[in-house]
């Protein structure tokens, strides 16, 4: 198991995963896309139990395709994007892998969700298993 650690770009958030991530996913979902100014989110699946952060967050309550609501976490200073607590996954916590400190043996992502609202150009990563929308 390899301790890893994150923050936000200016460095008032920071984090500790104590445990390997139960999975690795890409959102391609317009929310993920406006949420992050990017094409998609590459999120690490992480028991709150194994997350621990230093410095506040804001919350912005926002609503999954399900009605549920997911609460995406970013630093209130420089913007950055830092996890997301979704309804539908107790106890789980999505890190945004590219707050990581380092992607030295990041796994790669198992799943690509929200497929048809990826950009068209944007060919699919080698090995995952694709979902046009959430399954």
Not at 3 to 18: D, E, M, P
Not at 64 to 73: C, I, K, L, V
Request: hydrophobic share 35%.
């Amino acid at each position: 198991m390899q301790i890893r650690k994150g923050g936000c770009l200016c460095g008032a958030v920071r984090y500790v995963i104590k445990a390997e991530p139960a999975a690795a996913a890409i959102c391609h979902c317009r929310h993920c896309q406006k949420a992050g100014g990017t094409l998609f989110s590459f999120n690490l699946f992480v028991s709150e139990a194994d997350y621990e952060q230093e410095g506040q967050t804001m919350v912005y309550e926002d609503k999954g395709d399900s009605g549920q609501p997911s609460y995406r976490h970013f630093c209130g200073n420089c913007g950055s994007p830092i996890i997301t607590k979704v309804a539908t996954l107790p106890a789980q916590v999505l890190v945004k892998a590219g707050t990581l400190d380092s992607m030295d043996g990041l796994q790669a992502p198992q799943i690509e969700i929200y497929t048809e609202r990826a950009v068209q150009w944007l060919a699919p990563v080698t090995g995952t298993t694709r979902f046009a929308l959430s399954p």
